[in-house]
Each structure stands twice: as C-alpha cells, then as structure tokens.
C-alpha cells in the first residue's frame, strides 16, 4: 500500500470468489472508497469483513466528488475507486477522476480483475485477435441505428452491454441494420448461476428472448461477428489452412470448413481455393 495513491479496484460481476487477494488487502487498507453506489457496494465489503469509509461517486456527483477526492489523495491519503460491478470506468463512473489525478500528479494504481466485456469475449466462439468495445448503444432508435450501420463492413468483432428492457429491440435493429445471417452472441448472467450464452443467428437470439420472460432479465453482453472480408482480404492463416485440406478433400468440401472455422463466406473461399490450383 501507498499513501497519496489512487487505487481501481475490479470486482466480482457475480460470482464473489472471482475477487482477488489484492484487491481485498486494498479495500482493507486505504482511507477512503469511492462506490458507484455505497448501498450496493456494502454488501460486498461486509462480506470480506472490510470496514473502510466509503462515499458514493456517480454519473450525477463525479465533478463534485471529484476536487474532494483529489484534495484528500493531495493531503495523503489512500483511495479506492470500485464501481457496482467489474472494472471502473469500463461504462461506468471514474474517467473524471483518473484524469484529474494524473493532472495533478496523483499516482494512480489499476489492479487487473473482472470484466463482463472480456469474460464473455473469451468464450463466445467469436474472433478475439481484433475486436471493438463499444459500450451501451444509444437509447434513442435513430442514434442507435446510425452506430450499428457502422458495423456493416467492419471486420472485426463488436461488443455492447445493454439493459434488459432494450435487448430485444437492440438485436432487431442489429437484424435490420446488419441483415438476418449476421451471427449474434448473448451472454447472460455472467458467473452467476444461471449463465446463459445463446449463439445463433439475430431471428435465432429473438426467438430465444421471446420464449420466456425471464430470458430478458438479467444483465447482457451483447457480441456482433464481423463481416466478412473480401475475398481479397482472406486472413492468410485460412489460405494456408484451405492449402492444407485440399490435398485431401475436395475443394468445396475444404472451403466449407475453412469458413466455418473462420466464420467467412465459403464461395469466397472457393475461389480462393480455384486460384490455388
């Protein structure tokens, strides 16, 4: 621990053993944390015995709170920023308050740790060497629309968090923005006992949402595949793979399982595959 410093502090999206020893030694040790919501936030500090003053900071409170806090780490003391859930500032409150305490030369320690974005990346099934966070989507439909035409020709993977009053009518705008054969990825519920990924086409993911009502509770990561490129743009690991599987396939049958297995379009690769001959 070090005086005068600020600390981002993760912490569990749902299941609490995902919490690390450091950051329950942080949360022990320093003056003052800084919760999205002190009510919330307490529940998880007295689960772990931790007993340090807190105060709320929020989307309303940030700049006020904020020229607090840094008067507080300049006199001293030890800070640390936690939000409801997962990593601060990661859609939620903080980025004030970072960039306030390094322009006032405040050291600031981030501590790696949960992440609903990266959690639900990692096994989604989707391409992970490129991939876009984009947060929550607009509310409003026309803004909405216009970020997801963005995704249109963007190769790589796209990932949302949105709310449960909105995941239906995001994944049918995602249909008529980006068409029925863009392939979708929900997850829900992350670490928690009902965890839930449905991989499926948008129709497929509507399906799944309107089956139930509780299928639209809970807290969503909503994960986009990217188009795929043109058949001049063809990853050359799929080449090489497609090269491989040739010799002992027929070319259609290869191209089949090179675009399954890279998500691209299988005529794209098939004349790939002819130009290879």
């Known amino acids: 621990m070090t005086a005068a410093t600020l600390y981002i502090v993760p912490t569990p999206i749902g299941n609490l053993q995902d919490i690390t020893q450091r950051a329950i030694d942080v949360l022990g040790a320093v003056?003052?944390?800084?919760?999205?919501?002190?009510?919330?936030?307490?529940?998880?500090?007295?689960?772990?015995?931790?007993?340090?003053?807190?105060?709320?900071?929020?989307?309303?409170?940030?700049?006020?709170?904020?020229?607090?806090?840094?008067?507080?780490?300049?006199?001293?003391?030890a800070v640390a920023l936690i939000s409801d859930a997962g990593t601060p500032l990661i859609s939620d409150p903080g980025f004030v308050l970072v960039r306030a305490c390094r322009a006032a030369g405040i050291n600031v320690v981030a501590l790696p740790?949960?992440?609903?974005?990266?959690?639900?990346?990692?096994?989604?099934?989707?391409?992970?060497?490129?991939?876009?966070?984009?947060g929550f989507l607009p509310v409003k439909n026309q803004a909405r629309m216009n970020v997801l035409a963005t995704l249109l020709d963007r190769t790589c993977t796209s990932v949302f968090y949105e709310a449960p009053r909105r995941i239906l009518d995001t994944v049918?705008?995602?249909?008529?923005?980006?068409?029925?054969?863009?392939?979708?990825?929900?997850?829900?519920?992350?670490?928690?006992?009902?965890?839930?990924?449905?991989?499926?086409?948008?129709?497929?993911?509507?399906?799944?949402?309107?089956?139930?009502?509780?299928?639209?509770?809970?807290?969503?990561?909503?994960?986009?595949a990217g188009a795929p490129p043109a058949s001049d743009e063809l990853p050359s690991e799929a080449i090489a793979l497609l090269k491989r599987l040739k010799q002992d396939l027929p070319l259609k049958k290869a191209a089949a399982i090179v675009a399954d297995h890279y998500q691209l379009k299988k005529n794209a690769l098939y004349q790939a595959g002819l130009a290879l001959e």
């Open 113 to 134: 740790g949960p992440c609903a974005a990266i959690t639900a990346l990692s096994a989604s099934g989707l391409a992970t060497d490129r991939f876009i966070f984009e």
């Open 31 to 77: 003056d003052w944390i800084a919760a999205e919501d002190t009510r919330h936030s307490q529940k998880l500090l007295q689960h772990f015995s931790i007993q340090a003053k807190t105060l709320s900071l929020h989307d309303h409170n940030e700049e006020k709170r904020t020229q607090m806090l840094c008067n507080k780490l300049l006199g001293g003391e």
């Open 172 to 224: 049918n705008d995602i249909k008529t923005a980006l068409g029925p054969d863009r392939h979708l990825v929900l997850a829900k519920e992350l670490t928690k006992t009902f965890e839930t990924y449905v991989s499926d086409t948008p129709d497929g993911v509507i399906a799944w949402l309107e089956a139930d009502a509780v299928h639209q509770k809970g807290e969503f990561v909503l994960m986009v």
